[in-house]
């Protein structure tokens, strides 16, 4: 099981995906081994993002099927112009 991890819900700031994490495992069953909150970096490119992604899972779950539960960040991007 993977969790992917965005910009916009940083796990010690609003701990969204640390209650996933904890409904996967204690609701669900998934041990905690089989779950990885990834951490990538949060203002670079796509393919930056993607890639050190795809490092920490084949790291951890080498030739294994994974499961990706991830957020759009585009939703994340609105700002306010004050004008």
Known sequence: ????????????????WTEVEAVLHEEAGVPKSDILLLQVPPLESIRDRTDSAIRQITSK??????????????CLLTFLVVG
């Open 61 to 74: 779950f080498a030739g294994e099927d994974v499961h990706l539960i991830a957020h759009s960040l585009v």
């Open 1 to 16: 099981m993977v969790l992917i991890h965005g910009f916009g819900d940083i796990v010690r700031w609003s701990g969204t």
